[in-house]
């Protein structure tokens, strides 16, 4: 199949649960939300980051809160899920199971956790980048990035963001191990310095303006030098990861790197 950008609309399916904290003589309080890959039977969690609003002793749900997230990944989530729903306890109620369409797991866990949960405060380049769909990159990829984003995706603590930075899915198998199939992952616009042997994402030209497609690929190319210090491209080629692709050598007025890819997210 086709490597680049997709649409925020492929669906993977998955499953997930509510978790109600249940306090002596008051009504229960949902927590927390746990979501499950059908497929690969990975778990995503995520909890209330504080408790004392809904409980004047937090102790137990302190506690909850360390343990659920290092017994999920002893366990693993389907077991680990299992054991809750099996558990008689007098602290923590777990909904039924409930199905949903995915298209990146932490991005659904987030849009959970604030529909049931907590809202989730969105502070667009400090805390979320902009995810694009290949429609948005195409008109937004340039000086002023002025496309509206199909959605806002969280980041992990500790990543610096700015604002030549996004997010959108990469589709395929040619970049893997490194980029998985359909995963998310974090681009930045402005490719600065040499650009031999960064990924970076490609604008394949086509014959009409509509044609184009986007793919990622490894940059590398061999320069000659000619008079002094002037030199020009001899061959550039865009080269995949995975084995099983073949490279892709094109003239210079077929292709447009567009930005620098930064890392995966999911």
Not at 72 to 78: C, D, H, I
Not at 185 to 190: A, E, G, L, P, T
């Amino acid at each position: 199949m086709p490597f680049g950008v997709i649409s925020i609309a492929a669906r993977r399916p998955g499953t997930y649960v509510l978790l109600d904290a249940v306090l002596p003589g008051g009504p229960p309080h949902t927590i927390g939300v746990m979501l499950l890959d059908r497929e690969s039977g990975r778990g995503y969690l995520r909890l209330r980051s504080r408790f004392d609003d809904i409980a004047e002793d937090t102790e137990v749900l302190d506690a909850l809160g360390a343990d659920m997230p290092e017994r999920m990944a002893e366990l693993g989530a389907e077991l680990y899920l299992q054991s809750l729903e099996d558990a008689l306890s007098n602290a923590l109620r777990v909904s039924e199971r409930r199905p949903v369409e995915v298209d990146s797991f932490t991005r659904v866990l987030d849009r959970l956790f604030s529909e049931y949960v907590e809202k989730v405060e969105v502070q667009p380049f400090r805390t979320h980048l902009p995810l694009l769909t290949l429609e948005a990159a195409a008109g937004a990829l340039g000086a002023d990035m002025v496309a509206e984003p199909e959605d806002w995706v969280r980041l992990p603590e500790g990543v610096r963001l700015s604002r030549d930075m996004f997010v959108a899915h990469v589709a395929g198998k040619s970049m893997e191990p490194l980029i998985p199939d359909g995963s998310l992952n974090v681009f930045r616009y402005n490719v600065v310095g040499s650009r031999q042997n960064k990924i970076v994402l490609v604008e394949r030209r086509g014959a009409l303006d509509e044609s184009g497609r986007y793919s990622v690929k490894k940059y590398t190319s061999r320069k000659r030098y000619e008079s002094g210090d002037e030199w020009r491209h001899e061959q550039i080629t865009f080269v995949p990861l995975n084995p099983e692709y073949a490279p892709w050598s094109p003239e210079e007025h077929e292709f447009r790197v567009v930005a620098e890819w930064v890392r995966t997210l999911e």
